[in-house]
């Protein structure tokens, strides 16, 4: 069973900074791919940053220079550290992880999602 929970959401102004958070259930070298996704009201899922095996993150081209995608192996979890908000942020944030191999039936796995709202 994979689980996957983030945390680090919350209400930030205009210019501020959150670091969000996904602590996985299992090594994340059980998985080939590790992203964070968002959803806005109205608007489809999209891609934020996506990190492939040892590769360097890549990024939407809305949050490249003010978002970064880390990883802590030790801790079995990953980061999107968010600078520089703009309301146009506002979405709940996914973390998503691909397994190299089914789990409960399924390569994909997200978490619950946490909310981000930029608003002065």
């Known amino acids: 069973q994979v689980q996957l929970v983030e945390s680090g959401g919350g209400l930030v102004q205009p210019g501020g900074s959150l670091r969000l958070s996904c602590a996985a259930s299992?090594?994340?070298?059980?998985?080939?791919?590790m992203g964070w996704y968002r959803q806005a009201p109205g608007n489809q899922r999209e891609l934020v940053a996506t990190i492939t095996g040892g590769g360097a993150p890549n990024y939407a081209d809305s949050v490249k220079g003010r978002f970064t995608f880390s990883r802590d192996n030790a801790k079995n979890t990953v980061y999107l550290q968010m600078n520089s908000l703009k309301p146009e942020d506002t979405a709940v944030y996914y973390c998503n992880m691909r397994s190299t191999v089914r789990i409960d039936g399924k390569h994909d796995h997200w978490g619950q999602g946490t909310q981000v709202t930029v608003s002065s």
């Open positions: 299992r090594s994340l070298f059980s998985f080939v791919t």
